[in-house]
């Protein structure tokens, strides 16, 4: 069975630091891995995702995501963080092992608040 | 906005009674997604259509059923609802099984 752990339920981060929002997952095939966000009272919204290929994957609103193999992992990173990315940041995963099945599994989601 | 449309944003109702949620997917997409959103259980899938057809099935309880129209359209019905049914319901499509799905702004269900 597929699963994604996000090991942080919070990370808080300056205005114009670096972010980092941890992800690794557990897959018996070749994984797909994709970032979502949710800002309050709104649906999820589609920020990156990893097929094959580049290890480092780049996304919408300047969020870039970074593939590991070895570690199982798929951080979720930005260079410089605006307040405006405050929000709920999911990781999710979906099994390219054939069963025919396409259904994504989320992780629990890390809050992210930056701080003016 | 994602193009996924879902009605209605909000429902509140007593525990025994059923409604329906309904979900318009993006133009063209064929696949359509149901999720719950609780504070306990994260985001689960319920369960998958493509074209009309039920391609796969989550944490779906038997209380719970979809069906999608010819249209794409689908509805999610919730029958015999109990508190703990209380959450956010997403609908998600996408182009082909297995692209990234689009989510619609979620149905909030309150049971009282």
């Known amino acids: 069975a597929q699963s994604v752990a996000q090991p942080e339920d919070q990370v808080n981060v300056a205005e114009g630091n670096p972010l980092t929002v941890k992800c690794t997952y557990s897959v018996s095939g070749n994984p797909y891995l994709f970032w979502y966000v949710q800002y309050p009272n709104r649906g999820l919204q589609f920020l990156l995702k990893y097929i094959t290929g580049d290890n480092l994957v780049k996304g919408s609103y300047g969020f870039e995501a970074e593939f590991n193999k070895s570690q199982t992992s798929f951080h979720l990173k930005k260079p410089s963080a605006l307040v405006s990315d405050s929000a709920l940041y999911f990781c999710a995963v979906r099994d390219d092992s054939g069963a025919g099945s396409y259904q994504l599994t989320f992780g629990k989601g890390t809050k992210l608040s930056v701080i003016p | ?112």
């Not at chain 2, 509140?12 to 309904?22: E, F, H, S, Y």
């Not at chain 2, 129209?69 to 703990?84: M, Y």
């Not at chain 2, 082909?96 to 702004?105: K, T, W």
């Open chain 2, 1 to 112: 906005d994602s193009g996924v449309t879902q009605t209605p944003k909000h429902l509140i109702t007593a525990t025994g009674q059923r409604v329906t949620l309904r979900c318009s997917p993006r133009s063209g997409d064929l696949s359509v997604y149901w999720y719950q959103q609780s504070l306990d259980q994260g985001l689960q899938f319920l369960i998958q259509y493509y074209n009309g057809e039920e391609r796969a099935k989550g944490n779906i309880l038997e209380r719970f059923s979809a069906q999608q129209f010819p249209d794409l359209h689908s509805e999610l019905n919730l029958s015999s609802l109990e508190l703990g049914d209380s959450a956010l319901y997403f609908c998600a499509s996408s182009a082909r099984m297995g692209n990234e799905q689009f989510f619609g702004p979620g149905t909030r269900l309150t049971v009282l």
